[in-house]
């Protein structure tokens, strides 16, 4: 498998961005902006789209595109704040409105537009990788340095910004980083799946980490099983790669859900389990 | 010594201000009580006097000799324990540590004075005990207690409790309003809080400042007594 270099790119990719991915992903649904992904996924497309029709490089166009929407996106999550979910919805149809718009202009796109919805490990070019490496570097040290901040304004937006904390600068930041990595993942997993790769380790690190530190470890971890697992998979079954790692990730969410409700299970009934006879003394008045 | 003064200052929300031309002067080093009936605009208040707010008229002077980089040291504990993220994957420890950070930077390492004042504050609200559990499994008064830990380890010139007796029982709400007082006469911090159950309170407090609402040519207008009514202790 390792013997093409196309593969050596796929695991390289994969693996920076199952790295980054699920990291910003317990953030993102810890600041329950967990749609963000998902729409800027749309939002790249387009991007893509417009770079195609005006003979720019798509791949830097949708780059581009996706980190304009996070930062509309979070100018208009100020403007709206009863309703956060709205900024997401609007941007999200726009997006994939001007996709299918741009798309319409060009003839013969369909074919490479289906690389990017569904992710192809051939879609990986060294230009894809080299700014995927790029985002990663950039994302694991936005992480490492602001750690704290991030921690303060994650927990209370309010308490951290009346604690000193530059919640809008960190948040636009956030939300541009956010851009980054989408548009980085899209060749990975494919538009309608970036937001598994996102969402999902998240979702199994939530469920069973014991603190903030463990939920960020376990994230990274599952996102890297999934990937190189789902990678392989994927090669020796000739099944799409995006497709293939979310089914994989959802594999191990429903097992760790499964496991999880096991254990309780388990040492609820240790514990608390007492003679049938006992029970029913107990039970007479 | 004065920490903020407010003068003629007006504010709102919408087209009709809830604070109108309200002047007030907040003394360093004090235990303040904020009380008044729903919408009354208390929160509002508080925020306005802290230079968290900007007034649409009026002028608010926060004293420089007590603020850092232009700005008050403040910890904040909020209204509700509803705004707290009950699904944050953190340990008690962990929360109360952040406490910290504002002092220690980006990058600075913790160190055992550090460590001991955690261990303190969690001592202190009766929670030292709960350190490894996850936020999450806490009751709502527990999860106060661990927000007021958290804002005493930033170790604050002010600190801001808004309601922050909700949830609590009474044993508990009276440990700390002494430990509030005791924060205030043996460091010679000021503690601004919000409050509805003046009865509790007022033997722990020095100042009292009492919001009322008003009709008056159509506008809601706020007023408040004097801030030298004394209380408790001090008196």
């Known amino acids: 498998m390792f013997s093409y270099e196309f593969m050596q790119r796929a695991f390289w990719a994969g693996g920076l961005i199952g790295m980054i991915g699920p990291l910003l992903g317990v953030y993102l649904m810890l600041r329950r902006q967990v749609l963000m992904a998902d729409t800027l996924s749309h939002v790249s497309l387009a991007g893509v789209a417009l770079g195609t029709v005006l003979q720019l490089n798509p791949a830097l166009s949708g780059f581009a595109v996706a980190v304009a929407g996070g930062i509309i996106i979070e100018q208009l999550r100020r403007s709206y704040r009863t309703y956060s979910e709205l900024p997401v919805a609007i941007i999200m149809t726009s997006g994939l409105a001007l996709a299918v718009v741009l798309m319409s202009l060009k003839q013969n796109l369909s074919k490479s537009f289906s690389s990017y919805l569904f992710g192809s490990i051939v879609a990986v070019s060294d230009t894809q990788l080299k700014l995927i490496a790029l985002v990663a570097a950039a994302g694991l040290l936005y992480f490492i340095v602001l750690r704290r901040p991030l921690y303060s304004l994650t927990f209370d937006e309010e308490t951290a910004s009346i604690s000193g904390v530059h919640t809008g600068l960190l948040s636009f930041s956030f939300a541009v980083l956010t851009g980054m990595t989408v548009a980085a993942a899209m060749p990975v997993v494919g538009v309608l799946l970036v937001s598994a790769l996102i969402v999902l380790p998240a979702s199994i690190a939530l469920r069973i980490a014991s603190g903030f530190t463990a939920a960020i470890l376990i994230a990274v971890l599952t996102g890297l099983l999934g990937v190189f697992s789902g990678l392989t998979a994927s090669y020796y079954i000739n099944t799409p790669p995006g497709g293939t790692i979310a089914l994989i990730l959802l594999i191990f969410l429903l097992t760790a859900i499964g496991v999880q409700k096991l254990l309780r299970l388990k040492h609820r009934c240790s514990k608390y389990r007492r003679p049938l006879k006992q029970l029913e003394i107990h039970a007479k008045p | ?235």
């Open chain 2, 1 to 235: 010594m004065i920490l903020s003064s407010m003068q003629d200052v007006v504010f709102g929300y919408g087209e009709d201000p809830v604070i109108d031309r309200l002047s007030l002067d907040i003394e360093a080093g004090q235990f303040i009580g904020i009380t008044g009936p729903n919408g009354a605009a208390k929160t509002t208040l508080l925020k306005l006097m802290l230079g968290l707010l900007r007034p649409w008229s009026g002028t608010v002077t926060i004293n420089q000799e007590l603020a850092v980089e232009g700005r008050l040291e403040i910890g904040y504990v909020p209204q509700q324990v509803a705004a707290f993220n009950a699904g944050f994957p953190s340990k008690v420890i962990e929360l109360v540590r952040s406490g910290c950070y504002g002092r220690l930077g980006l990058f600075r390492r913790f160190t055992q004075e550090q460590e001991a004042l955690v261990e303190r504050c969690l001592r202190q609200v009766d929670m030292w005990e709960y350190r490894d559990r996850r936020i999450g499994e806490l009751s709502g008064g527990q999860k106060q207690r661990i927000c007021i830990a958290r804002a005493l380890a930033q170790q604050p010139q002010v600190l801001v409790l808004d309601e922050p007796a909700t949830g609590m029982d009474l044993e508990s709400r009276t440990g700390f309003y002494g430990l509030m007082r005791h924060y205030v006469s043996a460091h010679g911090r000021t503690v601004i809080m919000v409050t509805h159950g003046l009865e509790e309170t007022s033997p722990y407090l020095d100042c009292i400042i009492s919001l009322e609402r008003k009709e008056r040519e159509g506008w809601t207008c706020l007023v408040t007594n004097s801030c030298s009514a004394h209380f408790g202790p001090g008196a």
